[in-house]
């Protein structure tokens, strides 16, 4: 969502083969608020397999690469990045969009060698997202929603539209945790 109000083109990555084609037919998805029925689309989107030889490619044309697939499933992307962080010349910043204290930090210290030009920029998200099933692509999601970045790690990038940035990223990763 933040990335689509900002303009960039999404390059959705994932194992699940069914998952990917549909986004890849439909190259969209609808984001439909639980309470309202309220529905964002989110449009330049496509979608590759995990390994598939084209994502060397994409993570050398990204400036963000994001996470969202639960903080323990991080460690399973290390074979996938490491090269990529070891070898990488320019700025690119790392943002996991997981629950947890500091999950970029955390998943930054996976990594052994990483260029002092990627960036893990750490978050607070809140926003839930309810277990309702859905017969396609389409995600449900709670009204509420606020994304904090820590803006000591985010002097190099510009800032995105719907993240606020704050000085003092624990004061609110330890509300959101009370």
């Not at 996991?96 to 920029?121: H, T, V």
């Not at 999601?141 to 790690?153: L, M, R, S, T």
Request: aromatic share 14%.
């Amino acid at each position: 969502y933040i990335f689509n109000k900002n303009d960039f083109e999404i390059i959705f990555v994932d194992k699940n083969q069914d998952l990917i084609d549909e986004i890849n037919q439909k190259k969209q998805y609808k984001i439909i608020d639980i309470n309202s029925k309220d529905e964002v689309i989110i449009k330049n989107i496509q979608a590759i397999h995990l390994e598939d030889a084209k994502l060397k490619t994409y993570l050398k044309q990204s400036k963000y690469i994001t996470t969202s697939l639960g903080s323990n499933n991080l460690k399973y992307l290390v074979p996938y990045l490491q090269k990529h962080f070891q070898t990488f010349s320019k700025l690119q910043f790392i943002l996991c969009f997981e629950n947890g204290y500091k999950i970029s930090s955390e998943f930054a210290k996976l990594f052994f060698d990483i260029q002092p030009n990627i960036r893990f920029i750490d978050l607070v998200v809140d926003r839930i997202i309810p277990n309702k099933k859905s017969k396609n692509i389409d995600v449900f999601v709670d009204n509420f929603f606020e994304v904090i970045a820590d803006k000591n790690e985010q002097k190099r990038s510009k800032k995105l539209k719907l993240i606020s940035y704050v000085k003092d990223i624990d004061a609110y990763t330890f509300r959101k945790l009370l």
